[in-house]
């Protein structure tokens, strides 16, 4: 049974830092290109970044982009996103998903093989 189970959420005020990782079990981790979403509240969700199987790849949100890297370590099956200077419309739910050798840049469509259930992420202002 393949699990992506995301943390490292939490309230953080704005201009801080948070660090979230996902870990992957139950597939090849290094077969599968890992991405991560956000959904804020009634909105619709939407994508932050990805990183492509081999990890030679990434993609990003525009709002994200240089303020997000994400990195992947094949031999702990886990995925970051290493979150700076975040603002309140950076507040969300954030997802990790997972797609079986998928360019990186695909992952913008949204469509995965399987999700997370998510970590909160609250910026104070």
């Known amino acids: 049974q393949v699990q992506l189970v995301e943390s490292g959420g939490g309230l953080v005020q704005a201009g801080g830092s948070l660090r979230l990782s996902c870990v992957a079990s139950?597939?090849?981790?290094?077969?599968?290109?890992m991405g991560w979403f956000r959904q804020a509240p009634g909105r619709e969700r939407e994508f932050v970044a990805a990183?492509?199987?081999?990890?030679?790849?990434?993609d990003y949100a525009n709002s994200v982009k240089a303020r997000f890297p994400i990195s992947r370590d094949n031999a702990r099956n886990t995925v970051h996103l290493q979150m700076s200077m975040l603002n309140p419309e950076d507040t969300a739910v954030y997802f990790c998903?997972?797609?079986?050798?998928?360019?990186?840049?695909?992952?913008?469509?949204?469509?995965?093989?399987?999700w997370g259930k998510g970590t909160p992420v609250t910026v104070s202002s």
């Open positions: 998903a997972a797609r079986f050798r998928a360019l990186a840049q695909s992952m913008e469509s949204q469509r995965a093989d399987y």
């Open positions: 139950g597939l090849t981790f290094s077969d599968y290109t």
């Open positions: 990183i492509s199987w081999g990890g030679s790849s990434r």
